[in-house]
């Protein structure tokens, strides 16, 4: 579904992603590990077209569909299905619950099937359905978090990028929302997922890679990178 | 009350009203793009001059009115488009001095090709009669100027609060970055609100011919610095506070002038700028905004 080869992305004058190459294969869930400012958010905002790379090549391929990411717009990119959750949910804080779902779906032209896959995050999420008229801000952290992910399902995405979706919640929240990933996996989406909690991620992730300094430093399936030894203790943290 | 007090009143709010509808624009603009548009006032000469010419040609008040929409935003859009959008991601610094060069371009080619001469700007004899309200009275001219910005206030409130364009402007305004992950093509959501905003400027110079009955080529420095002062009253960026920081200023303003002895009219601009300066030393983020956030 998504090819990458050979990536190359400069912030100002810093070399932040070098040379970099991963698939994400259709129904799948793939997931991102490495420290912080390894270059994870950077490669989500490359792929979405926030940022254009140097050099490289990034593809996405849905059915019939090539999408040639390095050139698209985002607003194109994401009508093409490829939808991108960033870090620190961004929510729209001074809109209401229901306008930032409304905002969700702004790409999209069916108003019955929006309708539809409101009422679908609704039974996903009830608090939201409780919270509609209310301001985004006013919402809890675990709450704003639901609703990033409610308005990123809204965009119909076929591939779901999802930058961070457990940082700074509470521990029954981050387990609600990884099942939540599960689930759009059984639903047929296709996952990329970036997180700091390595343990959870490798644990449902069927492809993973470790991203250090820039560059793809270590890939495998989920269960290889658990058992790798650098892994363990570099982003598992145990100690032999 | 008496005639005296209502008469300021009514003054208050029609000039109040003028600085509102150039105030809205003003912070709408800066809402969205972070730009503080020292260009904008002009749109309200460009306003006016186009409205002049329509009269002339003995277009029909209504018509003439449409047309002057059109222009304001045909102008704000083409500025957008030329100037400011080549500078979109430069420093704050380098975007605001544009605006002035904007600014000083368009009075100095009004200049040449108008001529500094101000000119009569006559609405019909009509809009100039008195309308009894009970004891006391008004002119047609105030009672239309009034009006008008109400009905276009509750259209623009309309569209930002209960459309997909509206919500698209006020989330771009928060989140330029979410904004564009959802979909949102954000160079037209920025070229919306300049069509809006100078549309309504454009607005604001046809009334504000028709209430002083002159204009010249220089005539928007005046209210474009006044709807600044009105959007730091009200909270820069917030459209109801940009609307409320104008009627504030411009009942002030007045009621300065007509309540206090004679000897203080001339101070009247005097007035205005050291209740800019005490806000800002006061409440910096207006009087109707509880918190500034940086936008991410």
Redesign the interface.
């Known amino acids: 579904m998504l090819e990458i080869r050979g990536l190359n992305v400069f912030r100002g004058a810093t070399h932040v992603l070098k040379d970099v190459s991963f698939d994400v294969r259709t129904g799948e869930i793939a997931a991102l590990i490495g420290a912080n400012g390894a270059g994870k958010s950077t490669t989500l905002q490359t792929l979405s077209g926030l940022l254009r790379p140097r050099s490289g090549i990034a593809v996405m391929r849905e059915g019939e569909a090539v999408v040639d990411l390095t050139r698209a717009a985002p607003e194109k990119i994401v009508r093409a299905g490829l939808v991108h959750c960033p870090e620190g949910r961004q929510i729209f804080q001074s809109l209401t619950v229901a306008e930032n779902l409304a905002m969700g779906a702004y790409a999209r032209i069916d108003r019955a099937s929006i309708t539809a896959s409101i009422d679908e995050v609704h039974e996903l999420f009830p608090i939201l359905k409780e919270r509609a008229l209310f301001a985004g801000g006013t919402l809890s952290g675990g709450e704003q978090m639901m609703l990033a992910i409610a308005r990123a399902l809204l965009a119909a995405p076929k591939l779901l990028l999802l930058d961070e979706p457990s940082l700074g919640l509470a521990p029954k929240f981050v387990e609600m929302i990884f099942e939540v990933i599960v689930a759009l996996k059984a639903r047929g989406v296709t996952l990329l997922l970036v997180e700091q909690n390595a343990a959870m991620a490798l644990e449902i992730a069927d492809r993973a890679y470790v991203m250090e300094n820039g560059r793809i430093a270590l890939a495998g399936t989920g269960q290889e990178l658990i058992e790798n030894d650098r892994v363990r203790r570099a982003y598992l943290g145990v100690v032999e | 009350m008496s005639q005296y007090v209502f008469q300021q009143l009514v003054n208050g709010l029609a000039l109040g009203s003028l600085y509102a509808l150039v105030a809205i624009g003003f912070s709408m603009i800066y809402g969205i793009v972070r730009l503080i548009n020292f260009a904008h006032g002009d749109l309200v000469m460009i306003g006016a001059f186009s409205a002049l010419a329509m009269v002339a040609l003995g277009v029909p008040w209504p018509l003439t009115l449409l047309f002057v929409v059109v222009v304001g935003a045909v102008a704000g859009m083409t500025i957008e488009t030329v100037v400011f959008r080549t500078m979109r991601g430069a420093p704050q610094a380098t975007g605001f001095i544009a605006t002035l060069a904007v600014s000083i371009a368009i009075q100095n080619s009004a200049l040449m090709i108008l001529t500094g001469q101000p000119r009569n700007f006559l609405f019909p004899a009509a809009m100039r009669q008195r309308i009894p309200i009970g004891t006391v009275s008004a002119s047609l001219t105030d009672i239309v100027i009034i009006g008008l910005t109400i009905v276009l206030i509750a259209v623009l409130f309309l569209i930002v609060y209960r459309t997909?364009l509206g919500?698209?402007m006020?989330?771009t305004a928060?989140?330029l970055?979410?904004?564009?992950?959802?979909?949102?093509?954000v160079n037209r959501t920025i070229l919306a609100a300049f069509a809006i905003g100078s549309a309504l400027a454009a607005v604001a110079g046809l009334l504000w011919g028709g209430k002083f009955g002159q204009i010249d080529p220089l005539l928007g420095f005046v209210p474009g610095l006044k709807a600044f002062v009105a959007c730091v009253i009200g909270g820069v960026g917030s459209i109801g506070g940009a609307m409320l920081g104008g009627y504030i200023l411009g009942l002030a303003e007045v009621l300065f002038v007509g309540l206090l002895p004679p000897v203080f009219a001339g101070y009247r601009d005097t007035f205005v700028f050291s209740l800019l300066i005490l806000i800002l030393l006061i409440k910096p983020s207006g009087l109707f905004v509880r918190h500034v956030e940086d936008r991410?």
């Open positions: 997909r919500t698209a006020r989330a928060e989140n970055t979410a904004a564009r992950l959802m979909g949102v093509a991410a």
